[in-house]
Antibody
Framework: EVQLVESGGGLVQPGGSLRLSCAASGFSVTGNYMSWVRQAPGKGLEWVSIIHGGGTTYYADSVKGRFTISRHSSKNTLYLQMNSLRVEDTAVYYC????????????????WGQGTLVTVSS | DIQMTQSPSSLSASVGDRVTISCRASQRISSYLNWYQQKPGKAPKLLIYAASTLHSGVPSRFSGSGSGTDFTLTISTLRPEDFATYYCQQTYTTPLTFGGGTKVEIK
């Protein structure tokens, strides 16, 4: 059974840093595309970052240069290092396992964790 | 960036109704369009990918259609458990983008 469990959220001051973790079971994080998606309180979904199976990474413009996605194979864990945090980064952060379309042309967020809340406030 | 526009942003419907939600992309995205359902306090769940392919375990009352820039999610017969917020998302190119969501409420 696929399971994703996020942790690491909490209250941090503007300009601070936080590292989110997403512990995976039932599959290998290094063999899959993995994403982070966030949702500000009362707002819609916002894609944050993706890491491809080969290690290529992409970011939303709003976090580029501040956030870094990575993974650890032996811990089977996905990470999101968040630096220079801003008030507008306050959100529930979800990790997701991305699955490819049958022709491998694109993908979708097939499995999601329960989310972890990050609050950036002074 | 590709902008995804959903309409309506909310709707009221009764159990048994047929519901249609629209999603428009700001440029052509072929069929690289996914639909998710989210209930309050819960993570989103995938309903449909590649515009019209039903995800495993999703009831057949859900269907998707469209290609290019215009897409539709249809719930053929609304059930009580379908009251939720629905999001479209394009995965044609990064940055991946979601629509603003459509909240389906009980009339």
């Amino acid at each position: 059974e696929v399971q994703l469990v996020e942790s690491g959220g909490g209250l941090v001051q503007p300009g601070g840093s936080l590292r989110l973790s997403c512990a995976a079971s039932g599959f290998s994080v290094t063999g899959n595309y993995m994403s982070w998606v966030r949702q500000a309180p009362g707002k819609g979904l916002e894609w944050v970052s993706i890491i491809h199976g080969g290690g290529t990474t992409y970011y939303a413009d709003s976090v580029k240069g501040r956030f870094t996605i990575s993974r650890h194979s032996s811990k089977n864990t996905l990470y999101l290092q968040m630096n220079s945090l801003r008030v507008e980064d306050t959100a529930v952060y979800y990790c997701a396992r991305d699955l490819l379309y049958s022709d491998s042309s694109a993908y979708y967020h097939g499995d999601w964790g329960q989310g972890t809340l990050v609050t950036v406030s002074s | 960036d590709i902008q995804m526009t959903q309409s309506p942003s909310s709707l009221s419907a009764s159990v048994g109704d047929r519901v249609t939600i629209s999603c428009r992309a700001s440029q052509r995205i072929s069929s690289y369009l996914n639909w998710y359902q989210q209930k309050p306090g819960k993570a989103p769940k995938l309903l449909i990918y590649a515009a019209s392919t039903l995800h495993s375990g999703v009831p057949s009352r859900f269907s998707g259609s469209g290609s290019g820039t215009d897409f539709t999610l249809t719930i053929s017969t609304l059930r009580p458990e379908d009251f939720a917020t629905y999001y479209c998302q394009q995965t044609y190119t990064t940055p991946l983008t979601f629509g603003g969501g459509t909240k389906v409420e009980i009339k």
